[in-house]
Every structure is written in structure tokens, then in C-alpha cells.
């Protein structure tokens, strides 16, 4: 991938009925989600897309003045966009982006399916974890509105093959997500549509057991369950990019198929 092109929109059209919405993380962009969806789109032919969500791409203060509901509307809104062309409508997503996608099919009924990967479900990064700092950060906020991120060596490697992301965290619309958070663990329990779940076992920012505390919280409808042993928090651009699309093809081919024969 181009760095010309890495934190660009991007849609790769495909050949059939079927359009997956890709969403990156919280401070990233389309770019550590491309890698997996051209995998995706040259093993299926479904047309993939990829926007970036408002705030990001830019600098970390335009992040900072936008919300959760800034970014659901983005999504809802190229949804739509995807519903005018494609019969069978999936959403998934990275981070951030699976909350998202969990938010998505919880208000439209024409999402036949979701994705998740590494989900923020926990969180191994203390300024998530602790919830004395989150309680704290809009007073944290007027002293130092923009956390550090630590310096991860896999992160400068993906940097080099074009993956674009803030290095800090803007407190404001970290809020924001963790509100987000909560109003997606509060609503799986209407999640009607199959779910694919796939979590890093080595991931350095989210705890390993979200993925599993996801699928246990989805009662109402099939549930794909799927660890990635060798993959960290990126895993969309990292070793298993070619494992994610071949669980995200296969899922959506399986989707199709059964809605088919009810």
C-alpha cells in the first residue's frame, strides 16, 4: 500500500451483491484496515469499504472535538450509502472500529452481519483500565489534554508499510469512546444478526478475555468465535492479516448461505 494512499477513504468494488464496511480504530485510519481488506475483496469479490471516521486523519485536535455520536453517524451514513447497491450489508471493524460495527447492527435491520476484532472490551493500557483516570478525565483534560502513547517497535515496522495514526490519545473524545463502549456492552443482548468475534491473544492494548466476554454477552443470535495466537493489537496489518480474511470471507459466505435456506 502507497503512503500517498494510507489514511485515505477507499472502496474496492467487487463483482456481486455483497459490500463489507471496514472501521478502523480510535486515533488510527483506514490504513491498518486495508491490508486485510484487499485480502478480503481478492478472495471474494465483495466490494469493501473503508471511511475515516471524523476526527481522524487530520490532527488530534479535530479528534477532540468530536464524539461517539460523530462517528456512529458516519457509519450509518455510508451504510446507507452501501444498502442503495448491495442486497446482503455487512459491518465489521478494529478496536474501536468493532464497537462500532456492534453499535451499527444494533440500529439498522439490514446488517446481516458484524465483525469484531480486538474489541476494547478491557484493556491491558492503564489509562483504560483504571477507572479513577477515566472518572477524572475532563479535570485531566484542562491540565493535559493529550496522553502519550507508548513507543511499540511493531507499530514503527507498520508506520514504514503506510499505517497512519496519532500518537497521543485526546482525552475528551477518549471519553467519548469509553461512553460508547458502554452503550455497546448495555445493547448485545439485541444483537439479532450472526457475529463473527476474533481477538489477538497477544494483544498489547486490549485484554485477551474481551473476545470471549463479547460472545458471552450475545444471547439472541450464531456466534463465531475466533483467537489469533501469533497476532497483537494491529492485527489487520500484522502476520494473520491472511487468517482475519479468510475467517471474515468464509463467515460472510456462510451468512449468505444460510439466510438462503431459511
Known amino acids: 500500500m502507497k503512503k500517498a494512499i494510507a489514511a485515505q477513504p477507499f472502496e474496492l ?3 456481486n451483491n455483497t459490500a463489507l464496511l471496514f472501521l478502523h480504530g480510535f486515533t488510527g485510519s483506514p490504513s491498518e484496515v486495508y491490508p486485510t481488506a484487499e485480502l478480503v475483496h481478492r478472495k471474494s469479490g465483495f466490494t469493501v469499504s473503508g471511511i475515516a471516521l471524523p476526527g481522524h486523519c487530520t490532527t488530534p485536535e479535530d479528534l477532540d472535538n ?7 453517524g458516519a457509519v450509518d451514513e455510508e451504510l446507507t450509502r452501501l444498502a442503495v447497491n448491495y442486497e446482503n450489508l455487512f459491518v465489521g471493524g478494529l478496536s474501536m472500529g468493532g464497537l462500532l460495527a456492534f453499535y451499527a447492527a444494533t440500529q439498522r435491520e439490514d446488517v446481516k452481519g458484524v465483525i469484531s476484532i ?3 472490551v478491557f484493556s491491558r493500557n492503564p489509562i483504560n483500565t483504571s477507572w479513577f483516570v477515566s472518572a477524572l478525565t475532563p479535570l485531566l483534560g484542562l491540565v493535559k489534554p493529550y496522553y502519550p502513547k507508548e513507543e511499540i ?5 507498520y508506520e514504514k508499510q503506510g499505517r497512519q495514526a496519532y500518537h497521543c490519545y485526546p482525552l475528551k473524545s477518549f471519553r467519548s469512546m469509553l461512553h460508547l463502549r458502554k452503550l455497546v456492552l448495555g445493547s448485545l443482548s439485541s444483537v439479532k444478526c450472526p457475529a463473527l468475534v476474533m481477538q489477538s491473544l497477544q494483544d498489547e492494548v486490549v485484554n485477551a478475555n474481551s473476545g470471549k466476554h463479547l460472545v458471552n454477552r450475545l444471547k439472541r443470535t450464531r456466534v463465531r468465535y475466533r483467537e489469533l495466537k ?5 492485527a489487520t496489518m500484522g502476520e494473520e492479516k491472511q487468517t482475519i480474511a479468510n475467517h471474515i470471507t468464509q463467515f460472510i459466505s456462510d451468512t449468505i ?3 438462503g435456506e431459511l
Open 13 to 15: 468494488q467487487g463483482s
Open 66 to 72: 468530536t464524539t461517539w455520536r460523530d462517528w456512529t
Open 118 to 120: 480486538n474489541a476494547p
Open 153 to 157: 517497535e511493531e507499530y514503527e515496522e
Open 230 to 234: 501469533n497476532s497483537s493489537h494491529v
Open 257 to 259: 448461505e444460510l439466510k
